[in-house]
């Protein structure tokens, strides 16, 4: 299987089965389902991946699809609102369509980008995966959401973070020359550019600057004495902020050799938040541009020093030598330069 058209989630299997360790009966069996059902459809490239679906040339075209609690590779369901259509009964299918539009938005407005592939690419959501299955994905081509099963996760289509991470992994995949591969560096890179973006594209909608942002990913979707969110971008690792067990480091120092990409992307993560705050203001007026014109300069096997490199030389060109001098300074400060 190619690494760089891969099924990309929002909540790692380490975490599932962490929670997992600690509950008991139908609870531990959702959460070990979840985690073997991740990792199996990680594991297996669909065939709409494969093919690099995409549409031609157009507008915003949202269509969301109701799996009705079947799981399937790749998903199937019933259409229930297109783009265009009135809001249905069902909150999942109306926060999944939302949250699409605003990440559309988002990339078309700030950045002149065309959808996910640049060429309006239609937008395909499935809801309903699974029956409490703890976890949303990205495939290669459209995206998947799992209702959680009640207690641990609480559904994944109310946080526009997710869905925007999610969709940020297609960003990527169609950006980067041939994509990042899923492993090691360039893996943890794949996974910080989602944070990246689904944080800014969160702080967008909501009209908030850089320093009343929470900075947090994931925030709201774990249940009540579970966890408050699934990482921190101004606070890696720092489990009063997220979960028991967030090993997620701030610095190279940190650094897990083959470590899981979801705990060393804490790394770039805090990087952008550093070069965020340095540079002021709104995180999508400068630092997202940055970050967003560095990604076509990113090989497949991109090191941390490779992004660090990339930024440095985008935000020379966009803007000019303080800016430059910003994002150098972040990266020094994670100690990669």
């Not at 070990?32 to 199996?40: M, N």
């Not at 075209?61 to 399937?72: G, V």
């Amino acid at each position: 299987m190619d690494d760089r058209i891969c099924t990309c989630f929002i909540v790692p299997a380490r975490l599932l089965r962490h929670l997992a360790d600690k509950a008991q009966g139908a609870e531990r069996s959702k959460l070990l389902d979840s985690a073997l059902l991740s990792e199996y459809l990680r594991g297996h490239r669909t065939v709409r991946a494969m093919m690099m679906l995409t549409n031609v040339v157009g507008e915003k075209r949202r269509s969301i699809y109701d799996c009705r609690h079947k799981q399937a590779s790749p998903p199937r369901g019933q259409l229930v609102l297109s783009e265009g259509g009135a809001p249905v009964k069902d909150a999942s299918v109306n926060q999944a369509y939302e949250s699409a539009g605003t990440t559309y938005d988002f990339y078309r407005t700030v950045l002149n980008r065309n959808s996910v592939d640049n060429k309006g690419m239609r937008l395909d959501s499935f809801v309903h995966f699974g029956r409490g299955f703890n976890n949303a994905f990205w495939d290669g081509a459209e995206m998947t959401y799992g209702d959680g099963d009640g207690k641990t996760f609480l559904g994944f289509t109310g946080a526009i973070d997710v869905v925007a991470h999610e969709l940020t992994h297609g960003v990527t995949q169609y950006s980067t020359p041939g994509g990042l591969d899923y492993v090691d560096q360039s893996g943890a890179l794949n996974e910080s550019i989602s944070d990246v973006f689904g944080s800014v594209v969160k702080q967008w909608s909501h009209k908030q600057s850089v320093g009343d942002a929470d900075w947090l990913i994931g925030q709201g979707i774990m249940g009540p004495g579970v966890g408050k969110a699934l990482r921190s971008m101004k606070s890696p690792g720092d489990q009063s902020a997220t979960w028991e067990g967030d090993d997620q480091p701030a610095t190279m120092a940190g650094y897990v050799e083959g470590g899981d990409v979801h705990t060393n992307s804490g790394i770039p993560n805090h990087a952008f938040y550093l070069a965020a705050m340095a540079l002021g203001g709104n995180s999508w007026e400068k630092a997202a541009k940055i970050w967003y014109a560095a990604l076509p300069l990113l090989g497949s096997d991109a090191t941390f020093a490779d992004a660090a490199k990339a930024t440095s030389d985008a935000a020379s060109h966009l803007f000019g030598a303080k800016e430059h001098t910003a994002v150098d300074a972040a990266w020094r400060k994670v100690k990669v330069v």
